[in-house]
């Protein structure tokens, strides 16, 4: 039976932390072990880790660590998981693991094969906080995951994420600089997704919780998608972050990738000055977003200069 290695950051998470844990544990997949790296928390969350610790020494390994946030913290485990385990997967504190999680990741990754890094996401059962159902998000994505759409955008709930040991190699063989990764999540669809295989999986393989800190996926009409997604680029205008992040890429893979994806971020990269520039660039480029309004709404910004 593969092992399983499960890679949980934890920050102030006492309320939802026991019963992630008892998910956990409830697995159907028994091979697994589950390192915990709490991010400097502040509340009783420590405490609650270290008596699980205690109490499953055998499967959990926990890490008090200093507050340096989720990016770093979840960067931080993946560089201190275990090569010897055969798959690995990002978990969260707040969700709740549905029992078949692991057994289905290890069918798929499987299938995958081992030659090459691999990586299989699933959509999510979007609850309340009392894990009463909302809607399944996203349903179904329109377009394969690939790396032309892992440049400029994320569809891969970290929580759902499985990848196999040559994908963890890729990513520990090089340090990105947390300051120009978007997420964790993100910087590993993009790196697997350039030199392996990426699969998606409809059925959902966790609880997540919506709060206050983490409500996704809830726009309704187009017009809602649309302002939303205005609203986030207004936010971080001239901050770059798409071209840093895959600047970042470019810096650690760049001499690694085929000749056909090291041209289109090359011309990602590429400053655009002019509105022919753009034009000749939305010409020759094969990025794409998972949906129409969104790459309507992109191309758009790439025209006014926004991008």
Same mark, same amino acid.
């Given at each position: 039976?593969?092992?399983?290695?499960?890679l949980?950051?934890?920050?102030?998470?006492?309320?939802?932390?026991?019963?992630?844990?008892?998910?956990?544990?409830?697995?159907?997949?028994?091979?697994?072990?589950?390192?915990?790296?709490?991010?400097?928390s502040?509340?009783?969350?420590?405490?609650?880790?270290?008596?699980?610790?205690?109490?499953?020494?055998?499967?959990?390994?926990?890490?008090?660590?200093?507050?340096?946030?989720?990016?770093?913290?979840?960067?931080w485990?993946?560089?201190?998981s275990?090569?010897?385990?055969d798959?690995?997967?990002?978990c =969260?504190?707040? =969700?709740?693991?549905?029992?078949?999680?692991?057994?289905?990741?290890?069918?798929?990754?499987?299938?995958?094969?081992t030659?090459?890094?691999?990586?299989?996401?699933?959509?999510?059962q979007?609850?309340?906080?009392?894990?009463?159902?909302?809607?399944v998000?996203?349903?179904?994505i329109?377009?394969v995951?690939s790396?032309?759409?892992?440049?400029i955008?994320?569809?891969?709930?970290?929580?759902?994420?499985?990848?196999?040991?040559?994908?963890?190699?890729l990513?520990?063989?090089?340090q990105?600089?947390?300051?120009?990764? #978007?997420?964790?999540?993100?910087?590993?669809?993009?790196?697997?997704s350039?030199?392996?295989?990426?699969r998606?999986?409809p059925e959902?393989?966790?609880?997540?919780?919506?709060?206050?800190?983490?409500?996704?996926?809830?726009?309704?009409?187009?017009?809602?998608?649309?302002?939303?997604?205005?609203?986030?680029?207004?936010?971080?205008?001239?901050?770059?972050?798409?071209?840093?992040?895959?600047?970042e890429?470019?810096?650690?893979?760049? =001499?690694?990738?085929?000749s056909?994806?090291?041209?289109q971020?090359?011309?990602?990269?590429?400053?655009r000055?002019?509105?022919r520039?753009?034009m000749?660039y939305?010409?020759?480029?094969?990025?794409?977003?998972?949906?129409?309004?969104?790459?309507?709404l992109?191309?758009? #910004?790439?025209?006014?200069?926004?991008v």
């Amino acid at each position: 039976m593969k092992k399983f290695e499960i890679l949980l950051s934890t920050y102030n998470g006492e309320r939802y932390i026991s019963e992630q844990l008892n998910s956990l544990m409830n697995q159907t997949h028994r091979n697994f072990n589950i390192i915990i790296r709490d991010d400097g928390s502040t509340d009783q969350t420590s405490a609650i880790v270290s008596q699980w610790a205690s109490n499953y020494p055998d499967w959990i390994r926990f890490v008090p660590g200093e507050n340096i946030g989720v990016i770093k913290s979840f960067l931080w485990l993946l560089q201190h998981s275990s090569s010897d385990s055969d798959y690995f997967c990002f978990c =969260d504190q707040d =969700d709740v693991w549905m029992p078949h999680k692991l057994t289905s990741a290890a069918t798929h990754l499987e299938s995958l094969g081992t030659s090459n890094p691999a990586m299989v996401f699933t959509s999510t059962q979007m609850t309340t906080s009392d894990l009463t159902p909302i809607k399944v998000w996203p349903s179904a994505i329109s377009k394969v995951p690939s790396f032309y759409n892992a440049l400029i955008q994320n569809i891969a709930v970290g929580a759902t994420i499985a990848f196999n040991r040559e994908a963890r190699s890729l990513l520990c063989s090089k340090q990105p600089s947390a300051e120009n990764v #978007l997420m964790h999540d993100w910087w590993v669809y993009l790196c697997v997704s350039a030199f392996g295989k990426v699969r998606f999986e409809p059925e959902p393989s966790i609880l997540y919780r919506q709060h206050a800190n983490n409500v996704v996926g809830g726009e309704g009409s187009t017009w809602d998608k649309i302002k939303k997604k205005w609203q986030s680029y207004r936010k971080h205008k001239g901050r770059r972050l798409l071209h840093k992040q895959a600047l970042e890429f470019y810096t650690l893979y760049g =001499d690694q990738v085929d000749s056909d994806k090291r041209e289109q971020l090359t011309l990602f990269l590429a400053p655009r000055p002019k509105t022919r520039d753009r034009m000749t660039y939305l010409y020759r480029s094969k990025l794409y977003r998972q949906s129409t309004v969104e790459q309507v709404l992109f191309k758009f #910004l790439i025209l006014i200069h926004y991008v």
